[in-house]
C-alpha cells in the first residue's frame, strides 16, 4: 500500500541536503538554458535573446509583484542597482553572441572565473587587501583560463575571450550583490533588477529586429523561465548553507551542460578544457573559502 505524501515530511530532509538539491536544481538549469540559448542563436541575435530572456524572466515574477506590491521595488540604492542592471545586461549580450562560435563546455567553464573578476575587482575598487593567498590563487585561475583558450586568434579563441568578457560582468554583478544585500532582499534585487535590464533591452532589440518563430518563442519562455529559476535556486540554497558549502556543487553545470549539449550539437569538452575548468575551479573556491573564513 502506498505511503501518502506529506509536506510536513520535507521538514525531516537535513538542511545540508535542501542546500545541496537546491545547486543542483540551479546548475542544471544554468546548462539547460546555456544550450537553450545556443539553439536561439541559430536564428536570432544576441539582442533579440536578450529581450526574450529578460521579458519572460520578468513574467514568471509576476505572481511575485502582485503580492508583494511596491515594497519589491522600494529601494535606498537605486545607483547600485542601475549599476548591478548594467554590469548583467553587458554579461548577457557578451555570453549570447559569443555561444554559436564555440564550444558551449568551453564557455561555462571560463564562467568560472567570474569569482576571479570579483575578487580582483574588491581588491583594485574597494582597496580590499590582496594578500598572498589571494593573489596565488588568482594567478593560477587565470593560469587556467590560458589552459582553455589557448590563444590562436581564431574565431572561437576571439569568442572566449568575450566570454570572459561576460564573465567580468557576472562577477562586478557579484560585487553589487554583496553590498545590495545589505539592506535588499533577494526577491527585491532579482525584480529591480529585470525591471531596469527589459526597457534597455526592448531598445537595443529594436536596433535589429527579428520576429521570432513560434518554436523560437516557446525555446525562449523555457529558457527565461529556466533562467529565472536559477537564480532563485542560487538564492534559497545560500540562504541554507555557506558558500563554501555550496560552491562544489556548482561545477556539475560543467558536466551538465556537456551532457545536453553532446546530443543537440555533437560537442564534448576536451582534455584541456576539463583540466583548465578545475584549475578555475579550485582557484575560485580558495578564495571563496578565504572570504568566509
Not at 501518502?4 to 546548462?31: E, H, K, N, Q
Not at 533579440?48 to 509576476?62: P, V
Request: aromatic share 8%; hydrophobic share 60%.
Amino acid at each position: 500500500m502506498p505511503i501518502p505524501f506529506r509536506a510536513s515530511s520535507l521538514r525531516t530532509i537535513p538542511t545540508p541536503v535542501i542546500a545541496a538539491l537546491c545547486m543542483l536544481a540551479m546548475a542544471l538549469c544554468y546548462a539547460t538554458t546555456a544550450n537553450l540559448a545556443r539553439i536561439m542563436g541559430d536564428e536570432l541575435n544576441a539582442l533579440m535573446i536578450t529581450f526574450l530572456r529578460n521579458g519572460f524572466g520578468l513574467l514568471l515574477l509576476a505572481p511575485l509583484l502582485l503580492r508583494s506590491g511596491t515594497r519589491a521595488l522600494r529601494t535606498t540604492r537605486p545607483g547600485l542597482h542601475l549599476v548591478r542592471s548594467a554590469c548583467n545586461l553587458g554579461s548577457m549580450l557578451a555570453w549570447f553572441w559569443a555561444l554559436p562560435h564555440i564550444v558551449l563546455a568551453d564557455g561555462v567553464a571560463l564562467m568560472f572565473t567570474g569569482p576571479l573578476f570579483a575578487a580582483l575587482g574588491a581588491v583594485l575598487l574597494f582597496g580590499e587587501r590582496l594578500g598572498r593567498r589571494r593573489a596565488l590563487a588568482l594567478a593560477v585561475g587565470f593560469a587556467g583560463v590560458l589552459v582553455i583558450i589557448r590563444p590562436d586568434f581564431s574565431t572561437a579563441s576571439l569568442a572566449l575571450l568575450v566570454i570572459l568578457l561576460s564573465a567580468a560582468g557576472w562577477g562586478a554583478m557579484g560585487l553589487c550583490n554583496k553590498r545590495l544585500t545589505a539592506t535588499d532582499t533577494t526577491e527585491q534585487i532579482v525584480v529591480i533588477n529585470l525591471l531596469m535590464v527589459l526597457p534597455a533591452s526592448v531598445l537595443l532589440a529594436l536596433f535589429d529586429w527579428q520576429w521570432p518563430s513560434s518554436t523560437m518563442l516557446a525555446i525562449a519562455a523555457l529558457h527565461g523561465s529556466l533562467g529565472t529559476l536559477a537564480h532563485i535556486f542560487l538564492a534559497r540554497a545560500l540562504a541554507l548553507a555557506d558558500t563554501s558549502f555550496c560552491m562544489p556543487f556548482d561545477f556539475t553545470r560543467l558536466p551538465f551542460a556537456a551532457a545536453i549539449a553532446y546530443p543537440l550539437f555533437g560537442q564534448l569538452p576536451d582534455l584541456w578544457t576539463v583540466l583548465g575548468a578545475l584549475v578555475i575551479f579550485v582557484a575560485a573556491f580558495a578564495i571563496a573559502t578565504r572570504e568566509r573564513a
